[in-house]
């Protein structure tokens, strides 16, 4: 069967899903996403039954990053192997190729708090999860006492009290480097906790205007701020992720921050792996996965090759 390699860009609200893996009975996006492309190539039919293309093939996505529950994408990355048949069959009637045509109907077909970002053939080589090379996510959070507002509800977390960005930052300047993040994270099946930080640090949103284009003339009326001024954001930059891993890391920083750590603790949680109850995840709602960086096209083979072999410090 000739199979041809197609690459997925994504962004949800993982506020309504139990995080991107499938998972029996529960809405997961990758279930919702992987049940649309069902329907859209006649995978199984509407009593259940296998069709004659379901027997050969059923659509099944790789991710760059399994984001857990309530974990939220602006710019996922996935790729599907599709049969060249299945493909040039979604053409239907529409006077374009079968690429096109998968993603116009996958747009129409996927729930709202997904949104299909591009659908387009993979260069040779690419795989979305090993060939990646490094992720970003931002953590967000309204400190200080003042009141969120209602419409970040679900993608900010609401403290109580200041925080000390400065010591936040001394800690989270440990993580940076080859690193066993055995302290805050959990390892998958025969992997390690092993990863490489690449940037990790807090930063004070300042009050920006909206309107930009209003700057240095004579404004007439309100001009409104961005949604996010006046926020507290962690912003890391990594290989790879381990399971919980930004999440307690942001948890370990904020009791820094609140006085109720100290950096030295921090830098020895780094520095002695050991998962313990003083470094759990924080709220999922405040992480989203921004961001997912690729090598050129002549690099992704020898990435996916090299990323995949086992870890040592």
């Not at 309204?142 to 010591?167: C, F, I, K, N």
């Not at 999922?284 to 992704?300: I, M, N, S």
Request: hydrophobic share 40%; net charge neutral; proline share 5%.
């Amino acid at each position: 069967m000739s199979l041809v390699r197609l690459r997925m860009d994504l962004a949800y609200d993982g506020g309504g899903f139990h995080g991107w893996a499938r998972q029996p009975g529960l809405r997961t996006v990758q279930g919702c996403i992987e049940h649309a492309l069902s329907l859209i190539t006649g995978a199984r039919r509407s009593n259940g039954e296998v069709s004659y293309r379901q027997a050969d093939w059923e659509p099944r996505l790789v991710v760059a990053g399994r984001t857990d529950t309530g974990v939220h994408a602006s710019h996922q990355v996935a790729h599907l192997d599709v049969p060249v048949a299945v493909l040039e069959s979604c053409r239907g009637h529409m006077g374009v190729d079968g690429v096109l045509a998968l993603e116009r109907r996958l747009r129409h077909l996927l729930p709202a708090d997904i949104v299909l970002l591009g659908l387009g053939l993979a260069p040779t080589g690419f795989d979305a999860r090993f060939s990646a090379l490094e992720r970003t996510y931002l953590y967000r959070v309204s400190q200080g006492g003042q009141p969120g507002d209602p419409r970040m509800r679900g993608y900010v977390l609401d403290l109580e009290g200041s925080l000390d960005l400065q010591a936040m930052n001394e800690a989270a300047a440990k993580c940076i480097g080859l690193h066993d993040f055995g302290s805050f994270a959990r390892p998958n099946p025969g992997g390690t906790t092993i990863r490489k930080v690449l940037a990790a640090h807090w930063d004070l949103v300042p009050t920006v205007n909206l309107c930009e284009a209003a700057q240095g003339q004579d404004a007439v009326g309100y001009l409104p701020t961005f949604m996010e001024s006046g926020l507290t954001v962690f912003r890391i930059v990594a290989d790879a992720f381990a399971h919980n891993m930004v999440r307690s890391l942001v948890a370990a920083c904020i009791q820094v921050g609140q006085g109720r750590r100290s950096v030295q603790w921090f830098a020895d949680k780094v520095a002695h792996p050991l998962r313990e109850g003083s470094t759990g995840p924080i709220d999922a709602r405040g992480l989203t996965l921004e961001h997912v960086a690729y090598p050129p096209d002549d690099q992704l083979a020898e990435r996916a090759q090299a990323i995949r072999a086992r870890r040592t410090l």
